[in-house]
């Protein structure tokens, strides 16, 4: 159980287009998602948190209208990036919070590869 | 506001040898910590986490971790590693306040060597 899916695993567009990435969680309700990007050898950085019905919480220094996030139901998440530019070519990860165990644990889903040209 | 240090970038060691990967954390209030593992172009997999309890704590694939508050660490152990070891090790850190945010140390490359 507790399964979160990504899709796509890996995209390409051309520079000033937008690519939506979805998270679903497959057998569990997610009120809450979260999203993170990682650069080449790095760690994860967390850009936003995204509550179902709600809008999205930004981390400082994350651009809400460059990354557009939408939680329109308990097992889906989606991440738009908009206008994309090579600079925000990376690894887009999602998790959803887990239902029980207090909701501290977090389970994450597979990744997104973007590549912007 | 929390953070997490993972002193070593790389880890590189035999196969069948032990090895311990070090996480340590800062926090003004009670936290919990998870370690993740990170295969090549995949998500994270979690190994372990505390959340109360026994502070030794056993986790997947022979991994174990040990929260020591007084030294702020939680260390990741493994008493003899496989090749299939091989990969990127994150530990994570969360508030007990209930944000549910995490945050993430900078990770560690473990290297297993034939």
């Known amino acids: 159980g507790a399964v979160v899916s990504q899709h796509p695993s890996r995209v390409i567009c051309k520079s000033g287009t937008s690519v939506k990435i979805e998270c679903r969680s497959l057998?569990?309700?997610?009120?809450?998602m979260f999203w993170y990007r990682q650069f080449p050898k790095q760690s994860l950085m967390l850009m936003a948190t995204?509550?179902?019905?709600?809008?999205?919480?930004?981390e400082q220094g994350v651009e809400k209208d460059k990354f557009l996030i939408n939680h329109a139901s308990l097992t889906l998440s989606t991440l738009t990036v908009t206008s994309a530019h090579p600079e925000d070519s990376s690894f887009y990860i999602c998790?959803?919070?887990?239902?029980?165990?207090?909701?501290?644990?977090?389970?994450f889903g597979p990744g997104t590869r973007l590549t912007v040209t | 506001a929390q953070s997490v240090t993972q002193l070593d970038s790389q880890v590189p060691v035999f196969e069948e040898a032990p090895v311990e990967l070090r996480c340590n954390y800062s926090?003004?209030?009670?936290?919990?910590l998870f370690w993740y593992v990170q295969y090549p172009n995949q998500g994270l997999q979690l190994l372990l986490k505390?959340?109360?309890?026994?502070?030794l704590v056993k986790g997947i694939n022979g991994f174990e971790a040990e929260f020591n508050k007084s030294q702020t660490s939680f260390h990741l152990r493994k008493p003899s590693v496989h090749i299939s070891d091989t990969a990127e090790y994150f530990c994570?850190?969360?508030?007990?306040?209930?944000?549910?945010?995490?945050?993430f140390g900078t990770g560690t490359r473990l290297k297993v060597l034939a």
């Open positions: 998790s959803a919070r887990a239902p029980g165990t207090g909701g501290y644990e977090q389970y």
């Open positions: 057998d569990f309700q997610a009120t809450t």
């Open positions: 995204s509550n179902e019905g709600s809008k999205a919480t930004y």
């Open positions: 926090s003004s209030v009670s936290v919990y």
């Open positions: 505390y959340l109360s309890g026994s502070t």
């Open positions: 994570a850190v969360t508030s007990s306040s209930g944000t549910y945010k995490y945050i």
